[in-house]
Each structure stands twice: as structure tokens, then as C-alpha cells.
């Protein structure tokens, strides 16, 4: 069996799954704001898992990764700064363990569902936060920061501010008082889709992807938003940079958990070949 933790800023999931991709356990608890406290609930949880044997743990975390090490260095939704998470998971799993950023892991994920069409996918996770990955033939690009919307200055109200501050899916709560779930209002929709769309065209300037998947809790409701970002996008398409499709994710809500399983089991078969 392999493990999957996506540690979010207000709730952890951690799934087993089978060798062949299916999930057989999965539990969530909110996730704490001290990391020690962290610690003791995932011990918790894992203990009272039907699973005991892993092959291979992998921890996806919203922030700057050690790979090396498996340190968490900064956390966008998190106040934990230098956790050796890594360590712990192997200590609490009993099983080898990585590390990686979650929406690198989504990415991956999205990015080998796609991988017969298209092979530079640039995959975007609006929830909370604003997490980005870029995956090139079926690999993680790990010099793409992993700073995701906190790391894009942008003008909004006539001053620079990181993207995620106004595009969000904290930013539609603060700014709606509702979630996107609860947004109905093709005008709310459209003042929205005119903020997510000055990050995704830099991006696409920048990275020139085969084409943009969007995914998140925000991302889920891509039917709701997508035809409008599409439009939107399309004015600013010059011969020199087309604009790719942009798709909604196939897992909008569980790419990071799928994309756990997929990193395990890859860097398990390389060990094992």
C-alpha cells in the first residue's frame, strides 16, 4: 500500500492506496496551526488506519520544499517555517517518505491523465491559495517556484499585490461573503474571471504551455467560470503567444491525493527495477 497526506491550511487528508491506484482508506482532520500539534493528530490518525504496511509515503505541502532533506521551509497558509516533515512521516508511517509541493503534485497528476495530448501542462490550483505547476513529459519542473500566487505582483486598485491577495478562494469569500459554490451570478463571475485572468496570461507569456488545467476547490466549478475565462483570455492572444486550451481537472478536489499515489509509486518502481 502507499500513503498520501495533502496537508491544506485548514483541513490534512491522508489516503492509502492500493498498487493499483485505488483508495481503500481516507481520513481528514483540521489542521493545526502548531506543528507539533500536527504531529500528535496525523500519529492519530495513521494508528487508527486498517492499513499498518507501506511501501512509501508521500506528504504534499502548500509551501517551500527541501527535497533533499524533506524539510518544509515556509508555508503559505501555515505559520510552520523549517519542519523536518519528512522525518516525522517516516517515523509515524514506518515507511520511506517524500516530500513535494502540493500543487506540483496535482499538476502531475492532471498532467498523466493528459499525457497522450499534450506535453507541457501548466496546472493551476485556486482554493485557498493559488498554487502552481508546471510539468514537462510527464515530470515535475521543480525550478518553477514554489511560492505559486504569493510570488505574483500584479496591479490591483492601483497599487502591486501579490495575485493570490484579490484572486483566491479566500479573496472571493472575503470580497463575496460567499464561496464559489454558493455563486450563482454570472456578473460575480465575471469580476472574478477578470482577476484570475491577469496571473494565467503572464504565465502563459512566460511558460508557453501545451495547455492550462485548472483545479482547486475554486477550480471545481470551472462550468460555472471557464466559457468566461476562455473569452476573456482569447483578447489578449497575439500571434506570438496563442492562447492553449484551458480545461477544467479532472479530479479538481483530489489531484494532490492522486498525484501522492503517482509520486510514490513511480519512485518506488525506480527502486525496484
Known amino acids: 500500500m502507499f500513503a498520501a497526506v495533502d496537508v491544506g491550511g485548514t483541513k490534512t487528508l ?7 491506484g485505488k483508495i481503500v482508506e481516507q481520513v481528514k482532520f483540521p489542521t493545526p496551526q502548531d506543528y507539533d500539534d500536527f504531529k500528535i493528530e496525523l500519529a492519530k490518525t495513521v494508528a487508527g488506519l486498517a492499513t499498518k504496511d507501506f511501501l512509501r509515503v508521500v506528504i504534499a505541502i502548500p509551501g517551500h ?13 501555515l505559520p510552520w517555517t523549517n519542519v523536518p516533515i519528512g522525518r516525522d512521516a517516516e517515523t509515524i508511517f ?5 516530500v513535494e509541493n502540493d500543487a506540483k503534485l496535482g499538476g502531475f497528476s492532471e498532467a498523466l491523465l493528459l499525457k497522450t ?14 498554487g502552481i505547476g508546471l510539468i514537462i513529459d ?11 500566487g504569493r510570488s505574483i505582483l500584479l496591479e490591483h486598485r492601483g497599487k502591486l499585490t501579490p495575485w493570490e491577495d484579490f484572486a483566491s478562494g479566500k479573496a472571493i469569500v472575503a470580497r463575496y461573503q460567499k464561496r464559489a459554490d454558493e455563486i450563482n451570478d454570472a456578473a460575480i463571475w465575471k469580476a472574478i474571471v477578470k482577476d484570475f ?4 496570461i503572464d504565465l502563459i507569456a512566460v511558460m508557453a504551455p501545451d495547455v492550462v488545467v485548472i483545479g482547486g476547490g475554486v477550480g471545481s466549478h470551472f462550468d460555472k467560470f471557464g466559457p468566461l475565462l476562455i473569452e476573456r483570455l482569447k483578447q489578449y492572444e497575439i500571434p506570438m503567444m496563442p492562447i492553449p486550451p484551458i480545461v477544467g481537472a479532472k479530479h479538481p478536489e483530489e489531484a494532490v491525493i492522486y498525484g501522492c499515489y503517482e509520486y510514490a509509486k ?5 527502486l525496484t527495477t
Open 138 to 148: 510527464g515530470k515535475i519542473d521543480t525550478d518553477i517556484s514554489d511560492s505559486g
Open 14 to 20: 491522508v489516503a492509502v492506496f492500493s498498487a493499483n
Open 94 to 98: 514506518k515507511a520511506p517518505a517524500l
Open 117 to 130: 495530448k499534450y506535453k507541457k501542462v501548466l496546472y493551476l490550483t485556486i482554493s485557498t491559495g493559488i
Open 266 to 270: 513511480q519512485h518506488h518502481e525506480k
Open 65 to 77: 520544499v527541501d527535497r533533499d532533506s524533506g524539510m518544509g521551509l515556509r508555508f503559505g497558509n
Open 197 to 200: 485572468s491577469g496571473g494565467i
